[in-house]
């Protein structure tokens, strides 16, 4: 044989190999979808046109659950931020990764471990591209941020829009509608920064344009990673309070700020899932759209609704965290459907691993594979531990029946107030009719068992990150 012709041979076995392996990737990949998770903040389970708001417009919302599957009893771990967002990411209830004592701060000196295991860890651990582009609010010191979090990039605002670099002082002395008016205020009244991986890249930042500026960063990502799987988090800061708009979107009456921020919202939701469409990603993309807690009641016109269900933002009954929640993948999940299905933000990283048929590490975690609550109204999920914004046990549901325990605290006087509540959910979603002296079976039942949760939880707690000293 001549070495022309050996030469010939081995060109033609490393075409063929290499043919075979672009298969076999090609193969893995379909197991593979892309996940788009968008987190609004502080937005209600009525403030979507598909959950039934007969005031704020939201076609392109409402398209994806058209086309995708509506989770009506959807549930996040806590009502406010930080928890909410560990929660989400860890697949475990805040107690569990000592994330439970309400939001941090700009002066605060810990977050989440970058030791604990996050969605962006999972899929980028398996080949996957992974981009942050929105609120953060789980540490903003360098070692706490993104790209220690599994994440390949970062870009947005490290917590609430109502904070200030770098100690929170200096907080403008102006009325939520003084602020809407004075759409200025976004420069001139506030030090919150925008940054960029872990540079402060403008300061303050322009919040009148983020949330559009969040949303030509996250079609940068897709559009540059389209030809490889890509986990794209994408926790809005609004709309949380301060709001603000683009001047080409902006309606002066302050009466109409929250709607008008929320269509603002839907019209990028809208952008960015054109993109996903135009570049053919549809059928290999699943969108997930939900809210890190209920609606800030106490803001009024700069505020929500969690219509029907009761309270909001900071409470433990339903309005604090029962959220709206859409997921769509066409082909995947059935479109125009709706379930009922208990479930939880908790679940994502469960759920996430089970599609692209990976194992999660043997840490403990809360959430469960809800693939079949996608199709279906069946899910594993029979039970979620309530705790307050301070992360005080607050109560329990086991299917239908839904347990709480609170106790309020007036300061000045030094004295405490405990009150309890059993509500049916089933037959009352609005928490109106306490019936805890009708079923005291049912109250001694989930108080054990919430207890029983919580001794584990506390149990088998992990640390946070501390800076060291």
């Known amino acids: 044989m001549s070495p022309m012709y050996r030469g010939f041979c081995r060109l033609v076995n490393t075409i063929?190999?290499?043919?075979?392996?672009?298969?076999?990737?090609?193969?893995?990949?379909?197991?593979?979808?892309?996940?788009?998770?968008?987190?609004?903040?502080?937005?209600?389970?009525?403030?979507?046109?598909?959950?039934?708001?007969?005031?704020?417009?939201?076609?392109?919302?409402?398209?994806?659950?058209?086309?995708?599957?509506?989770?009506?009893?959807?549930?996040?771990?806590?009502?406010?931020?930080?928890p909410s967002r560990a929660a989400l990411l860890t697949g475990c209830y805040p107690k569990r990764v000592g994330m439970e004592k309400h939001v941090l701060f700009p002066y605060s000196d810990y977050g989440l471990n970058p030791k604990e295991h996050t969605i962006a860890d999972h899929l980028k651990s398996i080949g996957y591209a992974t981009a942050c582009i929105g609120k953060w609010h789980l540490g903003h010191l360098p070692e706490l941020l993104p790209r220690q979090q599994?994440?390949?990039?970062?870009?947005?605002?490290?917590?609430?829009?109502?904070?200030?670099?770098?100690?929170?002082?200096?907080?403008?002395?102006?009325?939520?509608?003084?602020?809407?008016?004075?759409?200025?205020s976004a420069l001139t009244h506030w030090n919150t920064p925008l940054v960029g991986n872990e540079t402060i890249i403008e300061l303050p930042v322009d919040q009148r344009t983020i949330t559009r500026?969040?949303?030509?960063?996250?079609?940068?990502?897709?559009?540059?990673?389209?030809?490889?799987?890509?986990?794209?988090?994408?926790?809005?800061?609004?709309?949380?309070?301060?709001?603000?708009?683009?001047?080409?979107?902006?309606?002066?009456?302050?009466?109409?700020?929250?709607?008008?921020?929320?269509?603002?919202i839907d019209a990028e939701v809208g952008r960015l899932a054109n993109t996903v469409r135009e570049l053919g990603l549809a059928d290999n993309t699943y969108i997930i759209y939900t809210s890190d807690n209920g609606p800030w009641l106490q803001f009024k016109n700069h505020g929500g609704?969690?219509?029907?269900?009761?309270?909001?933002?900071?409470?433990?009954?339903?309005?604090?965290?029962?959220?709206?929640?859409?997921?769509?993948?066409?082909?995947?999940?059935?479109?125009?459907?709706?379930?009922?299905?208990?479930?939880?933000?908790?679940?994502?990283?469960?759920?996430?691993?089970?599609?692209?048929?990976?194992?999660?590490?043997?840490?403990k975690i809360d959430?469960?594979?809800?693939?079949?609550?996608?199709?279906?109204?069946?899910?594993?999920?029979?039970?979620?531990?309530?705790?307050?914004?301070?992360?005080?046990?607050?109560?329990?549901?086991?299917?239908n029946w839904k347990y709480l325990e609170i106790t309020t605290r007036n300061q000045k006087q030094k004295t405490s107030e405990t009150r309890a509540y059993?509500?049916?959910?089933?037959?009352?979603?609005?928490?109106?009719n306490n019936?805890?002296?009708?079923?005291?079976?049912?109250?001694?039942?989930?108080?054990?068992?919430?207890?029983?949760?919580d001794r584990e939880i506390t149990g088998n707690a992990r640390p946070v990150w501390r800076k060291p000293d």
Request: net charge negative; hydrophobic share 35%.
């Open 16 to 82: 063929l190999f290499s043919s075979c392996f672009i298969a076999i990737g090609q193969a893995a990949d379909e197991t593979r979808p892309n996940f788009i998770i968008i987190f609004a903040d502080d937005q209600g389970y009525n403030d979507l046109g598909c959950f039934g708001s007969k005031t704020i417009r939201t076609p392109n919302i409402d398209r994806l659950a058209s086309e995708g599957r509506k989770f009506t009893s959807f549930y996040v771990a806590c009502s406010v931020c930080s």
């Open 150 to 184: 599994g994440f390949d990039s970062y870009f947005g605002i490290p917590y609430s829009n109502d904070m200030n670099h770098p100690d929170n002082k200096g907080q403008p002395k102006l009325t939520s509608d003084e602020r809407w008016i004075n759409q200025e």
């Open 213 to 264: 500026r969040y949303t030509d960063k996250a079609i940068e990502f897709i559009t540059a990673n389209k030809h490889r799987p890509f986990f794209l988090y994408l926790p809005h800061s609004m709309p949380h309070i301060p709001l603000y708009v683009p001047q080409d979107v902006y309606d002066p009456d302050p009466q109409n700020a929250y709607t008008c921020v929320i269509e603002h």
């Open 305 to 363: 609704s969690a219509l029907p269900l009761r309270s909001g933002k900071g409470t433990t009954f339903e309005g604090g965290q029962r959220v709206p929640c859409i997921m769509w993948a066409p082909g995947r999940i059935p479109a125009g459907t709706s379930t009922s299905a208990f479930s939880s933000t908790m679940d994502l990283l469960p759920t996430i691993a089970a599609i692209t048929k990976t194992s999660l590490p043997a840490s």
């Open 367 to 399: 959430g469960y594979d809800i693939t079949s609550a996608m199709t279906s109204d069946t899910t594993p999920r029979n039970e979620l531990v309530f705790y307050s914004a301070q992360g005080d046990l607050n109560g329990i549901r086991i299917g």
């Open 422 to 432: 059993l509500f049916n959910l089933a037959d009352d979603i609005s928490e109106e």
């Open 435 to 453: 019936l805890l002296e009708q079923h005291p079976d049912q109250v001694s039942r989930l108080k054990s068992r919430m207890q029983e949760l």
